[in-house]
């Protein structure tokens, strides 16, 4: 499936299992299906929780720090994909 970078991870939060990512292409809404990849990380998910400022949000625009919940552990610099269907 082709895909589009979304984004980058700024920082990860280990004990909620948030990543902090920067939006630096396009947008990311709910039910999004993502991909993280980076040197030790590559797993796809669905969106399920967005937070930007500990609110709770639909979608993430470009410039915006959104907080999404991870099921597995992703490092700074990490790229986020959109995967397209």
């Given at each position: 499936m082709p895909e589009e970078q979304v984004?980058?991870?700024v920082k990860f939060f280990a004990k909620p299992s948030v990543a902090a990512?920067?939006?630096t292409n396009g947008?990311?809404?709910k039910g999004d299906t993502l991909h993280f990849?980076?040197?030790?990380?590559?797993?796809?998910?669905?969106?399920v929780?967005?937070?930007?400022?500990?609110?709770?949000?639909?979608?993430a625009k470009v410039g915006?720090?959104?907080?999404l919940k991870?099921?597995?552990r992703v490092r700074p610099n990490d790229k986020v994909?959109?995967?397209v269907e």
């Amino acid at each position: 499936m082709p895909e589009e970078q979304v984004g980058v991870i700024v920082k990860f939060f280990a004990k909620p299992s948030v990543a902090a990512i920067e939006v630096t292409n396009g947008t990311i809404k709910k039910g999004d299906t993502l991909h993280f990849k980076g040197h030790t990380t590559d797993f796809t998910e669905e969106v399920v929780s967005m937070e930007i400022d500990n609110q709770p949000v639909e979608e993430a625009k470009v410039g915006d720090l959104v907080g999404l919940k991870v099921s597995e552990r992703v490092r700074p610099n990490d790229k986020v994909y959109l995967v397209v269907e």
